[in-house]
């Protein structure tokens, strides 16, 4: 199993101080602008898909401010940007993340006897990803989380 830690936060990155010159300097001598980067991680991602290798999301939440709580739906987005459907990008969250973490028997689908930790959206999942963004409840083993989430 593999996490690409795909998904940042675009407008905290945009808001971020510049990196001191030395480091601007290397990254234009290396063609590494966002957009270049962007596009060279969906291609491992595309690659890994192509060779069975199994992702599973995450994003290294908190460790910048481009990289805050709660954006694991911008990497889901990020993977179907790179190829994978819809439904594929979020088992990577939810069974294969289950799977890769000995949890399969607990958690990770929605089946009689497991934990029914639930997310509720505003949207059809099945046909837009961005839905996630949208959240309208969240239930934790079965049980309401209060309060809902904005």
Same mark, same amino acid.
């Given at each position: 199993?593999?996490?690409?830690?795909?998904?940042?936060?675009?407008?905290?990155?945009?808001?971020?101080?510049?990196?001191?010159?030395?480091?601007?300097?290397?990254?234009?001598?290396?063609?590494?602008?966002?957009?270049?980067?962007?596009?060279?991680?969906?291609?491992?991602?595309?690659?890994?898909?192509t060779h069975g290798i199994q992702l599973v999301t995450g994003v290294d939440a908190g460790a910048a401010p481009a990289k805050r709580h709660?954006?694991?739906? #911008? @990497?889901?987005?990020? /993977?179907?940007?790179? !190829?994978?459907?819809?439904? =594929?990008?979020? +088992?990577?969250?939810?069974? $294969? *993340?289950?799977?890769?973490?000995?949890?399969?028997?607990?958690?990770?689908?929605?089946?009689?006897? #497991? @934990?029914?930790?639930? /997310?509720?959206?505003? !949207?059809?999942?099945?046909? =837009?990803?961005? +839905?996630?963004?949208?959240? $309208? *409840?969240?239930?934790?083993?079965?049980?309401?989380?209060?309060?809902?989430?904005?």
């Open positions: 199993f593999v996490n690409p830690t795909l998904g940042f936060d675009r407008e905290a990155l945009a808001s971020m101080p510049a990196p001191p010159h030395g480091i601007a300097a290397a990254m234009k001598r290396i063609g590494l602008d966002l957009e270049t980067a962007q596009a060279a991680r969906l291609q491992v991602v595309q690659r890994a898909q709660g954006i694991v739906s #911008l @990497a889901l987005a990020t /993977l179907t940007e790179g !190829g994978f459907s819809i439904a =594929d990008a979020v +088992a990577s969250a939810t069974a $294969v *993340a289950a799977r890769a973490c000995g949890l399969a028997e607990v958690t990770g689908r929605f089946e009689p006897g #497991l @934990a029914a930790d639930l /997310l509720l959206v505003d !949207g059809n999942l099945e046909r =837009d990803i961005t +839905a996630l963004q949208r959240p $309208v *409840a969240v239930l934790i083993r079965g049980n309401p989380l209060t309060p809902p989430p904005n």
